[in-house]
């Protein structure tokens, strides 16, 4: 008889999809450097998922890895996004973490496939991937902060506060990803090392927001 889904089970999902996306990127990096040194802060994650390295070398089996892995991520996020649709009484703003949830399946979906395949169903892809992540992990940390927003100021201790940075981090590193994104690509300004490098800070603050999430957050 198959147990009931709670919260700490849900937090072990967000874990597990996070995980398989720090592993993929990792494998692939490492792979992807035995052609060529990958530039981590000029070049975006989609680079070691190409059929090609940046310049021009066979990127097997880099590009395997990166595509198996974004693909399992995918079904994970779909398997965690139905789980909150279908246990919507079980979870707070269940239904919006869902839509968010399969957000990120269609997004990783997208990555999976090679940018240089087919560039624009990659790009739409991993900017859904990166911006489902970070606005996902946001409501997850505003609606911890705003849980322990109502405790008595006496009763607040360091991670209160570091719940509050956190928030403002997470969106101020959504939002400049954005800008950054849509400078580059609409408006023809910046160069691509700030569309990559916003990417990664986000990137990077998601894992950390991942991993600080409790069990009452799901």
């Known amino acids: 008889m198959s147990q009931p889904i709670n ?26 450097s035995f052609r060529e040194p990958y530039n981590f802060f000029k070049e975006t994650i989609s680079m070691l998922g190409g059929i090609q390295t940046e310049m021009g070398h066979n990127n097997f089996p880099s590009f395997a890895i990166f595509t198996i892995g974004f693909l399992l991520v995918s ?11 279908a246990n919507s009484e079980d979870f ?4 919006l973490k869902g839509i968010l949830l399969m957000i990120i399946a269609i997004g990783t979906f997208g990555t999976s496939i090679m940018h240089d395949f087919i560039k624009i169903i990659h790009g739409i892809g ?4 990166v911006t489902g992540f970070g606005v996902a992990n946001f409501v997850w940390q505003l609606l911890r902060y705003v849980r322990k927003l109502e405790l008595p100021p006496e009763n607040r201790k360091w991670d209160f506060y570091l719940d509050a940075v956190f928030v403002w981090i997470l969106l101020a590193s959504i939002l400049v990803y954005f800008v950054f994104t849509g400078i580059y690509y ?3 300004y910046l160069t691509f090392t700030y569309v990559a490098t916003s990417q990664k800070i986000l990137l990077i603050c998601i894992i950390i927001a991942t991993f600080l999430l409790d069990p009452e957050d799901m």
């Open 7 to 32: 919260q700490n089970r849900m937090r072990w999902m967000i874990w597990l999809i996070m995980f398989l996306v720090i592993l993929t990127i990792g494998l692939a990096w490492v792979f992807y």
């Open 75 to 85: 079904v994970l996020s779909i398997v965690t996004s139905i789980l909150y649709l």
């Open 92 to 95: 707070e703003y269940a239904i």
């Open 126 to 129: 991993a900017f859904l991937f």
């Open 186 to 188: 609409f408006l023809g």
